[in-house]
């Protein structure tokens, strides 16, 4: 064998050996995007489930806090038409000779406005914010 022939040995076995590294390069190429596309549709499925799942969680307290928000409103209301009408007693309580009435309704309408400061302060409650997803 010459020297010519040993060199041109060496350079087919060596571009034949390149040859099966960039097929090798492909195939992992291949393979590693389609590892990567099943992970991101896994990856969505369970994120979805964990959503419908805290959503399935956060109704009844959604739920909770809007009654809590309706009752609040109800006594609200209703401490509106109490002072109003400690007020009606008041002012008749006010005419001659009914020292008395005037006081219990002066006391009467002071502790409600007190009370209904104190209940309008804003609660711990987290406000309902409805999502905005396809979803029901």
Known sequence: ?????????????????????????????????????????????????????????????????????????RASAAIDRVDHAVTIAGSLAALPGNAVGVGAATLAGALLRRWRRRSSRPSALPASTPRTSGRS
Not at 12 to 22: C, D, E, G, N, P
Not at 47 to 65: F, I, K, S, V
């Open 1 to 73: 064998m010459t020297a010519d022939t040993a060199v041109q040995t060496a350079l087919i076995v060596l571009s034949v050996a390149v040859s099966i590294q960039t097929i090798a390069m492909i195939a992992l190429a291949i393979g590693v995007n389609r590892a990567r596309k099943q992970a991101q549709a896994e990856f969505e499925r369970r994120y979805e489930e964990l959503l419908t799942r805290l959503e399935e969680t956060a109704r009844p307290l959604r739920q909770a806090a809007d009654a809590v928000q309706q009752v609040s409103n």
